[in-house]
Nanobody, 123 residues
């Protein structure tokens, strides 16, 4: 079992930045693909970013590419999502997920999920 807890969400004006953290506990963290997903009110959950367990490979949705950066610190059992140039349409609950497979952008392949943290971007 892996337990995931997100933090770092909040309110920010458009153009601002936030850094989300995803702290993991339980089984070995270092060999999990880490993903970030978001869900806005009335919308389906969508993929944001993912990173391989080595940190060597990253994936981004087109909507955040160039603005968001995903990273991990396996020594701290923590994954991060640095979000820059935030837009009102980035407003959503952001959740991190983990899986030992190469789950990439496929939400259905992630076994472990956090509860999510709210990000609100005002115009």
């Amino acid at each position: 079992q892996v337990q995931l807890v997100e933090s770092g969400g909040g309110w920010v004006q458009a153009g601002g930045s936030l850094r989300l953290s995803c702290s993991a506990s339980g089984r070995t963290f270092g060999r999990y693909t880490m993903g970030w997903f978001r869900q806005a009110p009335g919308k389906e959950r969508e993929f944001v970013a993912a990173i391989s367990w080595t940190g060597a490979i990253t994936y981004y949705s087109d909507s955040v590419k160039g603005r968001f950066t995903v990273s991990t610190n396996n020594a701290k059992n923590t994954a991060y999502l640095q979000m820059n140039s935030l837009k009102p349409e980035d407003t959503a609950v952001y959740s991190c997920a983990a899986d030992p497979r190469d789950s990439r952008s496929y939400a259905g392949l992630y076994r472990y999920w956090g509860q999510g943290t709210q990000v609100t971007v005002s115009s």
